[in-house]
């Protein structure tokens, strides 16, 4: 019989207070704009190689919550998504106000300030924003859509439901990393494709209903008013330099999701069935990380198999896999982004992985150069 985590134990704020731990960064980004200088890199370097320290240090988190635990008991879990929103919007929109008039900030160190605030903005706020779309309430939604706008990323809520849940592992997910591609091959690949195959997908769920894309209910409307809404904003706190500044946390915030998207899956491709069918879904097409901090950092992000097993599923309730059911990433996602930027050091550390993936889970399939294009026929 599976053991799980006791309920009164999931009950607990103190057993969901780690994944809190974002809030810390909020004080180390307005630290960097207040002290200017090497302070300004204090937040990408926690959120990138404290949390790689602390993961080597505390190990991997095997423990899961029972899937079936009820919603009330996870409620120090589901706030903490929600709070976060109304905090990440004054965090931003407050240091354009501060940093754009800082006389004691070179241009450069603003700048920093800026990178450091679009790493909390990819590392969280779209991961937050990410578990909030996948939630039946509206109004979790509508916060994901404030979070997603703030970096001028809002297509990627339809990508995300309408696209990659549906095709990953084949040709017509744009996010799935092909075998041998490098992430500065696929970043710029993905920042068209991605806005493409959304606009699409939308256009065609409203052509089922024989509407046009133009019509009222093409949720792009929405996305395009959102994020004009925060330029608009950013201008009227910091006039262009707060525009510019926007865009360069944007910009941030972006590359670390596509970072992101670039090892989740990795080389991973379903198996073609012909006539333009492939299997269903299984644990074995997502990377995993167990490691202990990285998750709390991420909430459990880490945990991709299963996300894509239950996608509405809450964080505290995924399930972790074993090495025997699905792949498992060497080190947790902050050391494997450091690893994708350097593409020799990526496909040293993942190609082997990814040939030995094939070998177990695929041994019958002998030419993988289709796959390795994706060259492999549509999805119907």
Excluded at 23 to 39: D, E, F, H, T
Excluded at 223 to 231: E, F, I, K, T, V
Excluded at 339 to 347: D, F, R, S
């Amino acid at each position: 019989m599976t053991e799980f985590i006791p309920t009164e134990k999931l009950r607990d704020w103190r057993h969901a207070l780690p994944f809190w731990l974002s809030l810390a960064l909020v004080p180390l980004v307005w630290a960097g704009a207040y002290l200017g200088s090497w302070w300004v890199l204090m937040t990408p370097l926690a959120t990138w190689y404290l949390f790689a320290v602390l993961d080597g240090v505390l190990g991997l988190e095997l423990e899961n919550a029972d899937p079936q635990t009820a919603e009330a008991d996870l409620k120090w879990y589901v706030r903490l998504t929600s709070v976060w929103v109304p905090i990440h919007v004054l965090c931003l929109f407050g240091l354009i106000a501060y940093v754009s008039d800082a006389t004691h900030l070179s241009r450069l160190e603003k700048i920093g300030v800026f990178f450091g605030m679009g790493v909390i903005s990819g590392t969280i706020g779209i991961n937050y924003s990410h578990e909030l779309m996948h939630q039946r309430s509206r109004l979790e939604r509508w916060l994901a859509d404030i979070l997603l706008a703030m970096v001028l990323y809002s297509h990627f809520r339809s990508e995300h439901l309408l696209v990659h849940h549906r095709y990953v592992g084949t040709p017509r997910d744009p996010v799935t990393a092909r075998y041998n591609e490098g992430f500065h091959r696929f970043y710029p690949r993905v920042l068209w494709q991605c806005w493409r195959s959304a606009f699409g997908a939308e256009a065609d769920r409203l052509a089922r209903k024989s509407l046009p894309w133009t019509h009222r209910s093409n949720p792009f409307w929405r996305y395009w008013a959102l994020q004009l809404g925060m330029l608009a904003l950013a201008f009227a706190i910091g006039g262009l330099s707060g525009v510019l500044l926007f865009l360069v946390q944007a910009s941030a915030a972006i590359w670390q999701l596509e970072l992101v998207n670039y090892i989740e899956h990795y080389g991973l491709t379903r198996k073609h069935l012909g006539d333009g069918k492939y299997e269903h879904v299984k644990p074995h097409h997502s990377w995993n990380a167990a490691h202990k901090a990285s998750n709390w950092l991420l909430i459990n992000l880490q945990r991709h198999s299963d996300h894509h097993y239950k996608p509405d599923r809450r964080f505290p309730l995924l399930q972790n896999y074993s090495a025997s059911e699905a792949p498992q990433l060497p080190y947790g996602y902050p050391v494997m982004s450091i690893a994708a930027m350097i593409p020799p050091l990526w496909q040293r550390i993942m190609n082997p992985r990814v040939r030995r993936w094939r070998k177990q889970y695929y041994p019958e399939i002998t030419d993988w150069k289709p796959y390795n294009r994706h060259q492999t026929p549509m999805p119907r």
